[in-house]
């Protein structure tokens, strides 16, 4: 059981924020995290693609941060990507999401070696002159298209697809989705596909409960050919589970939910300024958040004996609701209104809990809250 701590928040958790997340670019990180967290809200409210959110990234340098250097880009490493990826979900957890998922297609036509196509793709991407983003949920954790989910089949030199991406951020702003389906015989394919290829369809945007802005969409395929120059891996059994697979939900996504839980802990250090009582809340989530942190920094570097992804999730996940739920309570009724970023941080959290969320961890947590204890 965690004890109680009472030390003074104003000169023993602070610190450890920036040291955590140190980094060459923090002060203007800093800023460009104030920015966005002005632009947040009234994206939020507006539902639509967020203009001035993502140029705000691309103004930065931030849509180069994951782009090798030899394209045009930053060539970033993971571990200070991270912190990047928590700072800007600090500010805007929709322009962090966003972001994900264009560097999740990055990464995916980075890891397929010297392939033309997918070299293109890159300089293209990295020229700011295209954007990328990935449809691969059906492949890992989404059953929401079931038996419609896309699915390929082999004619002569050619694969054609047939199905939806459920889940696809951004789509209707991208030059180039990165996917995959699965053949007649259990393998699977991961290809890049142009959004003006005959037969592909960008579906209205779902209304999600937050993140409305991420313009999140289904895209259909209806008799859609790739070739062979598309191919970025495959065919193989499993192709997810392989080196570079454009996954979407593993440290990343828990960097995330660090970064929006800092915004609300350090929204709730504010409060505590002129409210004593909160002062312990605030100390405690400020080392829950420390020891998370932590625990993704060691399992991103490999480290010994540290966390699985998923054992970090869970605990990103948790930290994240209880968190801005903790915010939105001591703002009371305030927080509650639309103008108030309470709320907004609340609502937002919930995507943890369901988006790219492993089933281990997410039975987990239905375990947790029901309160049921594991053995």
Known sequence: MRQANTMNPTTSTLPAWAELLDDPADSQLRQLTVRLATLDGPADEAGVWPIELWGELVAAGVSRWSIPAGHGGAGVARAQLLARYARIAEGSLTAAFILSQHDAGVRRLAAAGER???????????????????????????????AEALHAEVEGERFKLNGIMPWVTAAERADVFVSGASLPDGRQILFSLPFDRAGVSVRPPFPLAALQ?????????ENVYVAENDLLAGPAENVMTHPGAAGTGGIETSALALGQARAAIEALWEESLT?????????????????????????????PNSPTAG??????????LRATQAYLTARKGSGFLRSEP???WARQALFFLVWSCPSPVANATIRDLAGLCEA
Do not use: M, Y
């Not at 991407?125 to 890992?140: E, K, M, N, P």
């Not at 802005?213 to 395929?221: D, F, G, I, K, Y």
């Open 342 to 344: 309470a709320q907004r």
């Open 116 to 146: 033309p196509t997918a070299r293109w793709w890159l300089d293209a991407i990295g020229a700011s002159l295209a954007f990328t983003t990935v449809g691969i949920s059906h492949l890992t954790t989404s059953k929401r298209a079931g």
């Open 311 to 320: 054992q970090v999730r869970g605990e990103a996940n948790a930290l994240v």
């Open 213 to 221: 802005a991420s313009c999140t969409a289904e895209v259909a395929c």
């Open 275 to 303: 409210r004593p009582e909160l002062a312990e809340p605030f100390v405690a989530l400020s080392l829950s958040w420390v020891e998370t942190w932590k625990a993704l920094a060691a399992t991103s570097e490999g480290t």
